[in-house]
Structures are given as structure tokens and as C-alpha cells.
């Protein structure tokens, strides 16, 4: 048997070496490294993909949500809600900004937003609501969209982990990230579009913004040397964009391996006493960025050692919530407390999850953890 890891981006590769290597070689050739062909055509790939209007490359998920929220002109003391059960870009962002994170509890079968908590949260001075696509599913964003409409509040997807996901709510059949003013997914290397670097995008259906985001983007500038707003300099680079043209037409491909490896799980730990696997919602699919169990009875640590002494290792996504962590304690973060997400973060643990699980790994995973509970 392979050695198991979270992820195999070495198995993965071997698969599209041929298509990758060619791919890099034509970027080094011609030496177009910034804003080349291949930054436009991938993005204009990615956008027919996701039935979205424009794509915007940038150097990486946290700059995307940053960019994001500079584009929509948000201004120091706004209040932002969005969830603490998430990794600490997407509320480190607000900081810099001067926003406020407000943080709204999550729902614990699905690890996303609780809508009733997201509407209790909202003052006169929220201004804005960033959802983030948990593990690869979608928040409930009927909801979110609803709750924006009646408080007049921007919208801002954190799509990093869930690029590929289907939709479907009111609006028929979209794709994660596409339903706000503007989604934001990261091509972080162990990302489900994962590039061999840092990477990053930014959706948008609205024309206005999109120029305000390159702008943004760009310095803040249209006109070379000529500065309307204040920007930052945030680009996707042409080699990282020549491989994610290559992986973006294996992306449906790999959510499949990915929701084989899940159904494996869920079969195999079905009737586990003290153990919950992942919820579906009924309306988003899920393209498993992780495979996210419950363990109860504060048997998590043990479980998670038990499977290291069997070289399969798991990962706890996330241990401390946002609200928990000490940069983001104290005077200019109101504090408050999120039952749901101070359980599940004494609770989490993901089991490896990837393209490249083959059925002698996945036996070797589901027998590990069985032996553990019985
Ligand atoms: C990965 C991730 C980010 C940040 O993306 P980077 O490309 O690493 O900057 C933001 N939010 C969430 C939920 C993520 O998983």
C-alpha cells in the first residue's frame, strides 16, 4: 500500500505530468511570467465553468477577499458577519481593513452559517455578510441572499474550498461563489483547484466591479502610472495559471474521486456509536474539500492518535475559532459566545481526503477508525 497523506499532489500530477510539463514549458519559452495569454485564458475558462461574467486573477485567497471588500468601498468601523469555524483569512482581511468582524454561530451538521444567527447579528451598522463555503459546501445563500435584501448588505462568498459545487436554491443551478456581488476562491496547492504555488480568483457578475477589482488589484490604477484609488498589487502569475488550465478540465473528474472516497467513509461509519459523519445539505453539493467527522464523548485526540499509530494521518480544521484565537480578542472585536462552534472545534477531525485514494487505502482508513469504537 501507498503511504497515506491528506492530500497527494505528487499522485495527482503523475496522472497530467505530460500536459502539466508542456503547459510550463510554453510559459517559459515565450517569458510572458505577468498578466500573459495564459492569465486571460484561464480566465475566461474559469468564467464559462462557472456561468459567471469575470474572473479575476489575484496572488491568493486572503488577497481575494481583501481586494473584495476594498472594491465594495467598505469603510473602517462597517460590520461585517461571517463565521468564527473558519480558517483565519477571511476574518484576518476585516481586521486590516478596520472593519468589524461580527461573528455569527454555524449550524453543526453542515459546519456553515446559521442563517437565524446571521439575521440576530445584524445592526445598523453591518454593512456587509461573507459566507464561507465550508469543506466544499455550500451556506444556505438563499438566505444569505435574503437577509441581504431586506438590510441592504453586500454579499462576499468565501468560496476557497468549495470551487465546483452546485447551487440550488431560488435562482436555479449556479455554481459556489457565483451568487453574491462578488466570490473569492483560493488555488492554494492542497485547494480542490489547486495550482503549484500561491493563486487566487475573484467572481464577479456585476461589470462596475469587475473594473473596480482589477483596479484594485492593480495598484489601483487603469491607466499605467495613473493612481484613482489606493490598491494593492495582487496578480495571478502565468505559470500558476498555465497548470490550472490544465487541472480545471479534470475539476468535475476529481470532485467525483473525491465523492467516492466520502461515500466509502459514510458507508463504512455509518452505525459508529459516538461518531457523526458529514451532513449534506439538501441544497448545495459537496466537492469534499474535507472529510470532516464528529467525535463525541472528548474522544477526538485519542481517535486522531489511534490513527497516527497506523500511519494515516488526520488533521483538526479547526481547533480554535477566530473569536478564540488572541489577535482577534479584546476591545475591537465584540465578543460573545458560539456554542455550536466552540463544540465542533473540540469535536472536528478529517480523515485524508483526495484525488488519488485508492480502494486499499480507504479499507485501511474505515478498518482504523471501526477498531477504534469497537
Ligand atoms: C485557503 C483559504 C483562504 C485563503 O486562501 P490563500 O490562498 O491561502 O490565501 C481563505 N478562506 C478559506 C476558507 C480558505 O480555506
Same mark, same amino acid.
Given at each position: ?19 502539466? /510539463? ?5 510559459v ?6 505577468? *498578466? ?10 474559469l468564467?464559462?465553468?462557472?456561468k459567471?461574467?469575470?474572473? $479575476? ?10 481586494v &473584495? ?9 462597517? =460590520?461585517? $458577519? ?9 476574518? =484576518? ?6 472593519l468589524?468582524p461580527?461573528? &455569527?454561530?454555524? +449550524?453543526p451538521?453542515?459546519?456553515? +452559517? /446559521? ?6 447579528k ?11 463555503h ?10 444569505? +441572499? !435574503? ?9 462576499? =462568498? ?12 431560488s ?10 456581488d462578488i ?9 480542490n %483547484? ?7 480568483? %475573484?467572481f464577479? *457578475? ?11 488589484? *492593480?495598484h489601483?490604477?487603469?491607466?499605467? #502610472? ?6 494593492? *498589487?495582487?496578480?495571478l502569475d502565468?505559470l500558476?495559471?498555465a497548470?490550472l488550465?490544465?487541472? +480545471? ?7 467525483? &474521486? ?6 466509502? #467513509?459514510?458507508? !463504512?461509519f455509518?452505525?459508529l456509536?459516538? @461518531?457523526?459523519?458529514?451532513?449534506r ?5 459537496h466537492?469534499f ?26 488533521? $483538526? #480544521? ?5 473569536? @478564540?484565537? /488572541?489577535a ?8 460573545g459566545?458560539l456554542?455550536?462552534? =466552540? ?14 485514494? /485508492? !480502494?486499499?487505502?480507504?479499507q485501511?482508513?474505515t478498518? &482504523? ?6
Open positions: 500500500m501507498k503511504p497515506i497523506q491528506m492530500v497527494d499532489l505528487v499522485g495527482q500530477y503523475e496522472k497530467i505530468k505530460p500536459e502539466v /510539463d508542456a503547459a510550463l514549458h510554453e517559459i519559452s515565450t517569458a510572458a511570467f505577468i *498578466n500573459g495569454p495564459q492569465v486571460k485564458a484561464l480566465e475566461q475558462e468564467a464559462e465553468y462557472l459567471v461574467k469575470h474572473v $479575476i486573477g489575484c496572488g491568493n485567497g486572503t488577497d481575494g477577499l481583501q &473584495a471588500l476594498m472594491a465594495l468601498g467598505l469603510k473602517p468601523g462597517d =460590520e461585517v $458577519i461571517t463565521a468564527s469555524f473558519t480558517f483565519v483569512a477571511t476574518v =484576518e482581511v476585516l481586521a486590516l481593513l478596520g468589524v461580527v461573528f &455569527a454561530d454555524v +449550524l451538521g453542515t459546519f456553515n +452559517l /446559521d442563517p437565524a444567527d446571521v439575521a440576530r445584524v445592526t445598523p451598522k453591518t454593512k456587509a455578510i461573507v459566507p464561507v465550508l469543506f466544499g459546501q455550500s451556506a444556505d445563500m438563499d438566505a444569505m +441572499l !435574503a437577509i441581504a435584501r431586506e438590510y441592504n448588505l453586500y454579499v462576499v =462568498e468565501d468560496a476557497c474550498q468549495s470551487i465546483g459545487a452546485d447551487h440550488s436554491g435562482n436555479g443551478k449556479r455554481k459556489s461563489g457565483t451568487l453574491g466570490g473569492v476562491t483560493s488555488f492554494f496547492p492542497s485547494k %483547484l489547486g495550482c503549484y504555488g500561491d493563486g487566487g480568483a %475573484l464577479t *457578475n456585476d461589470d462596475e466591479l469587475a473594473m473596480k477589482i482589477r483596479r484594485v488589484c *492593480n489601483g490604477s487603469r491607466q499605467r #502610472y495613473y493612481h484613482e484609488t489606493v490598491g494593492v *498589487n495582487s496578480r502565468s500558476q495559471a497548470v488550465r490544465v487541472k +480545471l478540465k479534470h475539476l468535475d473528474e476529481y470532485a467525483r &474521486a473525491r465523492n467516492a472516497a466520502a461515500t466509502v #467513509y459514510d458507508e !463504512a455509518g452505525g456509536k459516538g @461518531l457523526t459523519t458529514p451532513g445539505s439538501s441544497f448545495s453539493s466537492v474539500h474535507q472529510y470532516t467527522l464528529r467525535v463525541a464523548g472528548g474522544r477526538r485526540d485519542a481517535l486522531k492518535k489511534h490513527l497516527e499509530e497506523q500511519g494515516i494521518p488526520a488533521m $483538526i #480544521y479547526y481547533p480554535v475559532p477566530c473569536h @478564540l484565537q /488572541d482577534y480578542k479584546g476591545d475591537r472585536f465584540p465578543a459566545s456554542p455550536v462552534t =466552540e463544540h465542533l472545534a473540540a469535536e472536528v477531525l478529517s480523515l485524508p481526503m483526495s484525488t488519488e485514494l /485508492d !480502494a486499499g487505502q480507504l485501511h482508513i478498518r &482504523a477508525v471501526a477498531s477504534f469504537f469497537n
